[in-house]
């Protein structure tokens, strides 16, 4: 866990199932510390204002592979979104 993440943003990157190589997009907003621990973790990140998030949807669902997962906060402590 890098030191400055609060505990809630900690959980929310340790319970994604990052593995190095892997691609992620991300929406969000603040300072971007959960962000810069995703990209720690898996090489790379491409990050989105939240303010397309939904018009991203149909894009995300067709550019997931069979096996993509799509994962928000909001969960304890993500929800998998089905897309």
Do not use: N, W, Y
């Given at each position: 866990?890098?030191?400055?993440?609060?505990?809630?943003?900690?959980?929310?990157?340790?319970?994604?199932?990052?593995?190095?190589?892997?691609?992620?997009?991300?929406?969000?907003?603040?300072?971007?510390?959960?962000?810069?621990?995703?990209?720690?973790?898996?090489?790379?990140?491409?990050?989105?204002?939240?303010?397309?998030?939904?018009?991203?949807?149909?894009?995300?669902?067709?550019?997931l592979t069979p096996t993509?997962?799509?994962?928000?906060?909001?969960?304890?402590?993500?929800?998998?979104?089905?897309?």
């Amino acid at each position: 866990m890098s030191a400055s993440l609060s505990s809630r943003l900690a959980a929310v990157v340790d319970a994604l199932p990052l593995v190095p190589g892997l691609r992620v997009l991300e929406f969000g907003c603040g300072p971007g510390a959960a962000a810069g621990e995703v990209a720690r973790r898996v090489g790379a990140l491409d990050g989105r204002h939240p303010a397309q998030q939904a018009p991203s949807l149909a894009r995300i669902a067709a550019a997931l592979t069979p096996t993509g997962r799509l994962f928000i906060d909001g969960g304890s402590p993500l929800r998998e979104l089905k897309v």
